[in-house]
């Protein structure tokens, strides 16, 4: 494999406290990722925001308004996690659709190019930089953009289910599915917008549980236990 994005959900950011972060949460994803990384493998990250704010968080404000802390949220969570790659021996950049004056530089896929060439983790924060969108959203264009291979969805849960296993003892999980059949049967893996980018641009998706052990190094090699969502 040569290029993969990887997307950490901000729960996933918080470990068991589930809002803000969980230093020792993230220092193990980053010692997954240096290993892909001193093994030749290009690796951008995407985050969400969910541990800090999301846009549905209050019926009160404006939702454009409540959308662009969000996207803030997802800044703040890859400056975090980027400085924490820094810390283990990566090399880093922090990539937003908006500036942020001299906190991140601006995305443009030549940019994002130029720093993989280089051996750095690239992040790509700020998602979309549009309201009424998500990180999955962000994820799958940016997988795109940048013509990554697949996409890594590093989640709370292990795989794609037919039914949620926390409220469904006898819920199956999936192997392998089809992006037309998570359409067809919704079943969120990521969000429909997401979804359907995905399939229309044949963006591969393989959902695997972050809190099982070396569960991102397993998984690009080939030691995979989630589910595989083929384009
Ligand atoms: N967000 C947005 N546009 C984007 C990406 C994110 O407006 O392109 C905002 C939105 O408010 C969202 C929040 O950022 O709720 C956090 O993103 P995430 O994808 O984690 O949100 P979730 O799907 O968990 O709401």
């Excluded at 969910?50 to 404006?62: A, K, P, V």
């Excluded at 130029?114 to 994820?139: I, Q």
Aim: proline share 2%; charged share 25%.
């Amino acid at each position: 494999m040569k290029r993969i994005l990887l997307k950490l959900s901000g729960e996933a950011l918080a470990g068991d406290k589930k809002t803000g972060f969980d230093e020792e949460t993230v220092r193990k994803v980053a010692l997954q990722v240096k290993e892909l990384t001193d093994s030749g493998i290009e690796v951008g990250i995407v985050t969400g925001g969910g541990n800090f704010w999301r846009g549905r968080t209050s019926e009160n404000i404006d939702r454009t308004k409540a959308d662009q802390i969000g996207m803030l949220a997802t800044v703040m969570n890859c400056i975090y996690v980027s400085e924490i790659f820094r810390s283990v021996g990566m090399k880093t950049a922090v990539l937003t659709p908006f500036e942020c004056g001299s906190f991140t530089k601006l995305f443009s896929k030549d940019r994002a190019n130029k720093y993989f060439s280089r051996g750095m983790v690239v992040f790509f924060a700020g998602g979309t930089g549009h309201p009424y969108f998500s990180t999955d959203t962000g994820v799958v264009l940016r997988a795109i953009e940048v013509e990554a291979e697949v996409i890594l969805l590093a989640k709370s849960i292990d795989g794609v289910y037919d039914k949620d296993p926390k409220t469904s003892q006898d819920a199956k999980k999936y192997d392998s599915i089809t992006i037309d059949e998570v359409i067809e049967k919704n079943l969120q893996v990521v969000d429909m917008t997401a979804s359907i980018l995905a399939r229309d641009n044949k963006m591969p998706m393989w959902v695997f549980g972050l809190n099982e052990e070396n569960s991102i190094v397993n998984t690009v090699n080939g030691k995979f236990t989630g589910t595989r969502v083929t384009v």
